[in-house]
T-cell receptor
């Protein structure tokens, strides 16, 4: 089955700086990669996703890049703000093999230092 | 809010107790999920229901028993739990059961088994 590794497990950055979280996956057939943000006391919430037919996707201060050859994808947050502090999860799945479940990483706790 | 509610938010139970977790979604979705979230571990998918029919059971011990009486409600019945079952239990829903559909998570039930 799919295995997703996520690094780092914790990350602290100064407000205004950029944050990068990296994930690797094992199944070369995986083609859908969402990122979820979990704030304290809440469930995870989808913030951005990317499919394997594109290498990069951007939504305001958030971007995701995908390297299919190396089987890794990354979340980039620019101009970080205190409200970006949360736990971020990457995930991977194969969507063209029927109902394939999402396999999640172990999460990154991001702290923005004011 | 995400449109997915869970009750109770916190639950403490002994190993011989029987309790139930409740999830309700107000989004008109057809698929509902139970996940287990433990510290420093990836989210673990437990059960998937699509149109009130269980479509996936991820080798979950029989002391966890799901019930989906209709497409808006999902229960997780608990009995004879073990201390290692202590975790955050998350309910989620999506339009359809496929992994590329955005999953909307509830805030979770923090379960402590004594």
């Amino acid at each position: 089955g799919e295995n997703v590794e996520q690094h780092p497990s914790t990350l602290s950055v100064q407000e205004g700086d950029s944050a990068v979280i990296k994930c690797t996956y094992s199944d070369s057939a995986s083609n859908y990669f969402p990122w979820y943000k979990q704030e304290l006391g809440k469930g995870p919430q989808l913030i951005i996703d990317i499919r394997s037919n594109v290498g990069e996707k951007k939504d305001q201060r958030i971007a995701v890049t995908l390297n299919k050859t190396a089987k890794h994808f990354s979340l980039h947050i620019t101009e970080t703000q205190p409200e970006d502090s949360a736990v971020y999860f990457c995930a991977a799945s194969r969507t063209n093999f029927g109902n394939e479940k999402l396999t999640f990483g172990t999460g990154t706790r991001l702290t923005i230092i004011p | 809010e995400t449109g997915v509610t869970q009750t109770p938010r916190h639950l403490v139970m002994g190993m011989t107790n029987k309790k139930s977790l409740k999830c309700e979604q107000h989004l008109g979705h057809n698929a509902m999920y139970w996940y287990k979230q433990s510290a420093k571990k990836p989210l673990e998918l437990m059960f998937v229901y699509s149109l009130e029919e269980r479509v996936e059971n991820n080798s979950v011990p029989s002391r966890f028993s799901p019930e989906c009486p209709n497409s808006s409600h999902l229960f997780l019945h608990l009995h004879t739990l073990q201390p290692e079952d202590s975790a955050l239990y998350l309910c989620a829903s999506s339009q359809e059961q496929f992994s590329y559909n955005e999953q909307f998570f509830g805030p979770g039930t923090r379960l402590t088994v004594l």
